[in-house]
């Protein structure tokens, strides 16, 4: 059962737009949401983060926002750079256990 | 800060063999992680170290696979014998404690023929 759903395999956007990354989840319980970035042959690396007690989390240029009766988070990347061209998946976490997404593959158009 | 270390990069065996992998974590942290990550899939977790105390392995096919952290420190996960649905990428994470963010290695590709 995928508790976590990430249902948009690829997003292509143009240098300088908007990304727009969505993830769903079914458990009430998750309390810890994160965002992974990864590159080819290598392993994800974290990017952002946020608890289930706020609705957004900005770093530079990475925001995640949190929608906890729609069980759906979102990270926007702005302005999209061609080095941010990778497989984002979401994750969530219970505590101590984390379930991961199937990922997006994001490809930024110079 | 020297990150996750994982080894080998890469393995093929044949089926009902044995293999293993190996890796490091970064040093002070405490919980320990090995996914699986299956092509197009995202990684699934086999089992979670916190030192040297199995905190989760509910998924963790125990009749095949097997994972010791004897020192608390480096892990190994050994598959015996495997099959052919073992093929993926075996990735290993660390945290300084649990709920936190994970720094992950490079993962060992294992390809069954």
């Known amino acids: 059962d995928q508790q976590v759903k990430q249902n948009s395999p690829s997003l292509s956007v143009q240098e300088g737009r908007i990304s727009i990354l969505n993830c769903d989840y079914t458990n009430s319980m998750f309390d810890y949401f994160l965002w992974y970035k990864k590159y080819p042959a290598e392993g994800p690396t974290f990017l952002i983060s946020i608890s289930s007690i706020k609705d957004k989390n900005e770093d530079g240029r990475f925001t995640v926002f949190l929608n906890k009766s729609a069980k759906h988070l979102s990270l926007h990347i702005v302005p999209s750079q061609p080095g941010d061209s990778a497989v984002y998946f979401c994750a969530a976490s219970t505590g101590n256990q984390f379930y991961f997404g199937t990922g997006t593959s994001l490809t930024v158009i110079p | 800060e020297a990150g996750v270390a994982q080894s080998p990069r890469y393995k093929i065996i044949e089926k009902r063999q044995s293999v293993a992998f190996w890796c490091n974590p970064i040093s002070g942290h405490a919980t320990l992680y090995w996914y699986q990550q299956i092509l197009g899939q995202g990684p699934k977790l086999l089992i979670q170290f916190q030192n040297n105390g199995v905190v989760d392995d509910s998924q963790l096919p125990k009749d095949r696979f097997s994972a010791e952290r004897l020192k608390g420190v480096d892990s190994t996960l050994k598959i015996q014998p495997a099959k052919l649905e073992d093929s993926a990428v075996y990735l290993c994470?660390?945290?300084?404690?649990?709920?936190?963010?994970?720094?992950f290695g490079d993962g060992t590709r294992l390809s069954i023929l």
């Open positions: 994470a660390s945290s300084f404690s649990g709920n936190q963010p994970q720094h």
